[in-house]
């Protein structure tokens, strides 16, 4: 019974940890589909992306992989608003974003996906950092770096995201955006430099989300497919636009997922997620902090 | 042209596919030409939920494989003929795309898509944590060498099943086109508010399309495993499945029958040989980028480009 009860708190534990490392996952979602209505997709080929930055700078010139993603930010920040600057054009102006702007996504989503097939081939890779390995003991509970760290990331990009957002003229205007765009229209601003802008910021996550994924986990290239379900899951449970309620519905999805795999075996984890998104749908599409 | 007439001009351009491909006598043709055949079907398929209603259906993929695995489990337990496992796989996916379509249709056509996305990576969890159809490891199906009843090559056989197939999904695709069903899914594609409050029926026929769709998709699926005697779940649910059942229809054209045709014999014909010559990783690439491609420079496809998109349909 104690050792059963052991298992439980590790897996409560390691479910909280992952959970955070899922918001970071989560966040650029939560901000083109949550805010935006831009429905990207292809957010997880972008983090893939980020992890292969990551592993290049970590096995070439033996950087710190959340340090490299950090020095990266900036060039995703660029992609991310040449990216909508094209869904723009082609499809949000031409108000066409329901059938051809999602097969646009998914076209990049593929893309990606086996550019870097092409490139790096469907082995395995992983990074190499001091907190790879070790763990803290708290009494009976274990916490491994490895998911520590990157929990501590991900709380620190949502945290400041959140007070970019609140505090920050910019940030205002995002959420001006994603509250009434023809308002903004009115008082003669340009919704779409706003939406730019946020979008970029967007992809800019995907940067720090695809270091933290490599660093717990190793990476190949279709692995990103599995994170669609769970983070479209996170960000409708989390009620689409706001960041304490990704926090929570990560951390729930975490949990849940953690108990699944302790309990019936780690095969089944992806399942879950998906039974979270059909749920969610079916039962509170407004999520559960929704209005 | 009317329906009997359009199905029996089908019929004729099927016997002379047929015939075609038997008087070069290269069993390659077969071969080939059966993976064209399949992509036709699914295109089709997806175009009647996706040009027609406007939903897009990222899931191909799933409910192919739940075809082909339908007809694994039914090798396994009994001796039905191939073309009697069709319409069984047809209803198991259309069962599944029924029940995904009324949790998520209700909602945004985006959450539909992502819904369909996600249910890809759960069907295939659920096939690879399955034994008795050979999980991870993959079911080996014997192939007949020759077909029943007919006594021809099985390849030929399967070559000649799917055309069959192919005939009634072209036959069905064009009739809704030209029914009321027809014009109802059109509201829904142009505005769904606009003819829910019209009374159309939105969501009965939003379900019915996605049941449709996804049971032709099964039924393309189904003859999988005697093509390819080996079928695992990374084959089976392939990336290839789901990209070209979106990009076919969109790169042809999606405002008719004769789009995703177009498409499917273009992008299939152009796998197979690139296949052959340059890597397979390469030509996928190729399908993406036409995707995109498409998708920005041509938004009606290649029936838009020559002019002869929505307006000759509805003639």
């Known amino acids: 019974m104690e050792m059963s009860l052991e298992l439980l708190g590790n897996a409560v534990v390691s479910g909280l940890l992952l959970g955070g490392f899922y918001a970071a996952v989560t966040i650029g979602v939560s901000i083109s589909f949550g805010m935006l209505d831009i429905v990207n997709i292809a957010h997880p080929a972008f983090i893939i992306l980020g992890s292969y930055i990551a592993y290049i700078a970590n096995t070439s010139f033996g950087m710190d992989p959340i340090l490299a993603s950090v020095i990266a930010l900036p060039a995703f920040y660029l992609l991310g608003m040449a990216v909508y600057q094209v869904y723009y054009l082609a499809f949000e102006r031409r108000g066409d974003e329901a059938l051809r702007g999602l097969a646009f996504f998914f076209g990049l989503l593929f893309i990606t996906e086996v550019t870097l097939v092409l490139v790096f081939g469907v082995d395995y890779r992983l990074v190499d950092a001091p907190y790879i390995g070790p763990s803290i003991h708290i009494g009976a509970i274990e916490l491994p770096l490895r998911l520590l760290v990157p929990c501590l990331v991900a709380l620190a990009m949502v945290g400041g995201l959140q007070l970019f957002m609140a505090r920050t003229f910019l940030g205002r205007a995002i959420l001006a955006v994603a509250q009434d765009q023809l308002a903004l229209r009115l008082m003669a601003a340009n919704p779409t430099r706003i ?6 910021l967007s992809i800019a996550t995907a940067s720090l989300a695809g270091a933290v994924l490599i660093v717990i986990q190793p990476v190949e290239p279709s692995i990103g497919r599995d994170y669609i ?35 019936y075996g780690p095969s089944w984890a992806p399942a879950v997620a998906f039974g979270f998104l059909l749920i969610t749908l079916a039962v509170r599409p407004a999520g559960i902090f929704g209005r | 042209m009317n329906g009997t007439k359009f199905v029996l001009l089908l019929l004729i351009v099927a016997a002379a596919t047929y015939g075609a491909a038997w008087a070069i006598g290269n069993a390659y043709v ?26 897009v259906n ?30 069984i796989g047809g209803i198991v996916s259309g069962l599944v795309g029924l029940g995904t379509g009324y949790l998520t249709l209700r909602l945004r056509g985006a959450f539909f898509s992502i819904a369909t996305l996600a249910l890809a990576v759960v069907v295939q969890t659920l096939i690879t944590n399955w034994d008795f159809v050979g999980g991870s490891r993959g079911a080996y199906i014997v192939r007949p060498m020759k077909a029943p009843l007919l006594g021809i090559d099985y390849i030929q056989y399967l070559f000649l099943v799917m055309l069959g197939l192919v005939v009634i999904v072209l036959a069905t695709a064009r009739a809704i086109e030209r029914s009321r069903l027809g014009y109802g899914f059109a509201t829904i594609r142009d505005d769904e508010v606009a003819a829910e409050a019209s009374g159309v029926p939105t969501l009965r026929l939003k379900l019915l399309a996605t049941t449709l769709s996804g049971a032709f998709m099964g039924m393309a699926g189904a003859p999988l495993p005697y093509y390819v005697t080996y079928l695992d779940p990374a084959s089976g649910f392939s990336l290839a499945y789901a990209v070209n059942g979106v990009a076919m229809p969109l790169v042809g054209g999606t405002s008719s029958w004769l789009g995703p045709v177009i498409g499917a014999i273009l992008l299939g014909t152009l796998q197979q040989v690139a296949t052959v010559t340059i890597s397979s990783a390469l030509n996928l690439l190729i399908v993406g980028l036409m995707l995109v491609a498409f998708v920005i420079v041509a938004p009606n496809g290649i029936l838009g480009l020559f002019g002869a998109g929505a307006k000759r349909a509805r003639a």
């Open chain 1, 195 to 200: 939406k730019r802008v946020a979008f970029g």
């Open chain 1, 229 to 263: 379900g769970r983070v479209f899951a996170i960000c409708v449970l989390g009620g689409m636009g706001s960041f304490a309620g990704t926090l929570v519905a990560a951390m729930a999805l975490g949990i849940v997922e953690n108990l699944t795999a302790t309990f």
């Open chain 2, 30 to 55: 077969f071969f080939a030409g059966y993976i064209v055949l399949q992509y036709i079907a699914l295109a089709t398929a997806w175009n009647i939920l996706g040009g027609y209603t406007g939903y």
């Open chain 2, 58 to 87: 990222f899931g191909t993929a799933a409910f192919f494989a739940l075809g082909a695995y339908s007809t694994v489990v039914l090798h396994k337990l009994t001796n039905l003929p191939l073309p009697l496992m069709m319409p």
